[in-house]
């Protein structure tokens, strides 16, 4: 349930608590476009500090339910690694889509803004759904299929290594978003 809930709120919370991206420089947008830093820098540097101050909330919730739990150490270190790939690409999404759809601060109303906001929580719903029901099949394969020497430490590989992948392409897809708003 800890981990459900954080990644609950990484997911739908933290975006809309933690605008300090692009779309907080919406005004300035122009003159980030003049500067002559390569994309992919744009985008960690835009994405950066809400990521960073997500981390700070997931390792915290998390520390704390280690404790009192007292769960396996794999099982710990997956949820640390699927996490906080998580935050990386909810954070980058969400600007990719703004980077698409620009729009001001105060252009917040209407049925596009609507379907937007729909659109993004069904997808975000949807990703949270897919990696639960990926993390019971694989942990259902592991355990069936594999020895044991091999399960507990594939268990953790696969599902932080896909996490950050997906943290990886989310980024890719932002800076390809941001090429495009300075072409």
Same mark, same amino acid.
């Given at each position: 349930?800890?981990?459900?809930?954080?990644?609950?709120c990484?997911?739908?919370?933290?975006?809309?608590?933690?605008?300090?991206?692009?779309?907080?420089?919406?005004?300035r947008?122009?003159?980030?476009?003049?500067?002559? &830093?390569?994309? %992919?820098?744009?985008?960690?540097?835009?994405?950066?500090?809400? &990521?960073?101050?997500?981390?700070?909330?997931?390792?915290? *919730?998390l520390?704390?339910?280690?404790? &009192?739990?007292?769960?396996? %150490? $794999?099982?710990?270190?997956? %949820?640390?690694?699927?996490? =906080?790939?998580l935050?990386? *690409?909810i954070?980058?999404?969400?600007? =990719?889509?703004?980077?698409?759809?620009p729009r001001?601060?105060?252009?917040?109303?209407?049925?596009g803004?609507?379907l937007?906001t729909?659109?993004?929580?069904?997808?975000?719903t949807t990703?949270?759904?897919?990696?639960?029901?990926?993390?019971?099949?694989?942990? $259902?394969?592991?355990?069936?299929?594999l020895?044991p020497?091999?399960?507990?430490?594939?268990l953790?590989?696969?599902?932080?290594i896909?996490?950050?992948?997906?943290?990886?392409?989310?980024i890719?897809?932002?800076a390809?978003?941001w090429?495009?708003?300075?072409?």
């Open positions: 349930f800890v981990v459900g809930g954080v990644a609950f990484t997911a739908m919370l933290a975006p809309s608590a933690l605008k300090i991206d692009f779309r907080r420089d919406w005004n947008l122009g003159l980030l476009r003049s500067l002559p &830093v390569r994309p %992919w820098e744009m985008v960690l540097g835009q994405i950066g500090i809400p &990521v960073l101050l997500t981390w700070v909330f997931q390792a915290v *919730v520390m704390i339910a280690i404790i &009192v739990l007292q769960p396996t %150490w $794999t099982a710990a270190l997956l %949820w640390l690694g699927m996490l =906080s790939a935050a990386i *690409v954070f980058a999404l969400e600007n =990719s889509l703004f980077l698409w759809i001001a601060p105060h252009q917040q109303r209407g049925i803004m609507l937007q729909k659109l993004m929580f069904i997808a975000k990703g949270l759904l897919l990696a639960f029901v990926f993390l019971s099949v694989w942990s $259902t394969f592991c355990q069936a299929r020895p020497t091999l399960s507990g430490p594939l953790i590989a696969a599902p932080v896909a996490s950050w992948s997906l943290a990886l392409a989310a890719w897809m932002t390809k978003s090429q495009r708003t300075v072409a």
